[in-house]
C-alpha cells in the first residue's frame, strides 16, 4: 500500500517548529526530523527548520560511519555565512563524539576532528567576534580532547635527503 504524506498549513509552521523543538528535548530526534521535513517541504529555504533538521540529523549520529553527508548539506543551505562556519563546526563535533563511542577507533582520527570542528568554531567566530557559542563549542572539543587524552598522530620518522 502506498501512502502520500499530508502537508501542513503554512499557518502551522510555528507550531511545527515548537513541536520539533521538544522532541528534540525529549531525546526523539526522529521525529524532530521528520517535522522539519515537513515545514521544508512546504517552505524549503525555512530556516529555522534548517537550524532544526541540522540538529536533529546530528543528534542520531550513531555507529553507522558517514551519516553525516545529508547534514552537511543542509548546513551548505544556510544563508548565513557565520551559521555555516557554526553549523560545519557542530557536524564535526559531533560526529567525532559518535565515532569516539564506536571500538578500537584510531584517536588520532578523533584529535583531528575535534581539531576540525574547533577550526569552524573559530573561523564562526572571527565572523560574529564574542559569540558566546562559538566559544563554549570551542572550549567543550578542548576538554574532549584532554579527558580523552586524544593527540595528533605522530609523524613518522624523517627520511634523509639525497
Known amino acids: 500500500m502506498d501512502y502520500v504524506l499530508k502537508h501542513i498549513l503554512p499557518s502551522g509552521v510555528d507550531a511545527a517548529l515548537q513541536k520539533a523543538d521538544k522532541y528534540r528535548e525529549l531525546n526523539q530526534p526522529a521525529e524532530a526530523e521528520s517535522i522539519c521535513r515537513d515545514v521544508l517541504a512546504i517552505e524549503p529555504a525555512q530556516q529555522d527548520a534548517l537550524r532544526a533538521l541540522i540538529l536533529a540529523l546530528t543528534d542520531q549520529f550513531g555507529d553507522s560511519p558517514g551519516s553525516s553527508g545529508p547534514a552537511r548539506q543542509h548546513v551548505a543551505a544556510l544563508h548565513d555565512e557565520f551559521e555555516r562556519a557554526y553549523y560545519t563546526g557542530i557536524v564535526f563535533e559531533r560526529e567525532t563524539r559518535a565515532y569516539l563511542r564506536r571500538k578500537n577507533v584510531v ?56
Not at 573561523?123 to 564574542?130: C, I, M, V, Y
Open 107 to 162: 584517536r588520532s582520527a578523533a584529535y583531528d576532528g575535534f581539531r576540525h570542528a574547533m577550526e569552524w568554531y573559530e573561523r564562526a567566530g572571527e565572523l560574529r567576534p564574542g559569540d558566546v557559542d562559538c566559544v563554549l563549542r570551542w572550549n567543550s572539543c578542548v576538554r574532549a580532547i584532554e579527558s580523552e587524552r586524544l593527540e595528533p598522530e605522530l609523524a613518522g620518522p624523517e627520511l634523509p635527503l639525497e
